[in-house]
């Protein structure tokens, strides 16, 4: 799948109805390949990312900025909150798997990662 020359984290989440296929592997690897190091694929069906904090505090202040995006993407991740330690799990729930929106929006999410 071509993005059209334009990065993942320059673009917007569209809305997904449902109805549509999940990407194929041979979809999800060009993909991928455009995010940032750390970002697994698991079973094809969903992207996962654990972020490394100093402390609870700072890995809040990264929960609620990844929740803001959510908000404003209107795409909303799985989201696991420990001492140090956030791991983000996206995938679109309407079509049990991976769409585009899910690497723009882990694009998006990485950004935020300081």
């Not at 809305?15 to 940032?36: D, M, T």
């Not at 505090?57 to 908000?71: I, T």
Request: hydrophobic share 40%; net charge neutral; glycine share 8%.
């Amino acid at each position: 799948m071509q993005n059209g020359g334009c990065s993942l984290d320059s673009k917007v989440c569209t809305p997904c109805k449902g109805g549509v296929p999940p990407l194929a592997p041979e979809q999800i690897i060009p993909l991928k390949q455009q995010l940032p190091d750390g970002w697994q694929i698991i079973e094809d069906k969903k992207l996962e990312k654990s972020f490394k904090f100093k402390n609870f505090r700072e890995a809040l202040v990264f929960v609620n900025k990844v929740g803001d995006l959510a908000e404003n993407q209107g795409h909303h991740p799985d989201i696991f909150l420990a001492w140090g330690l956030v791991r983000l799990t996206i995938w679109t729930h309407k079509i049990g798997g991976l769409h585009e929106n899910d690497f723009i929006f882990a694009a998006k999410a990485d950004k935020l990662y300081v």
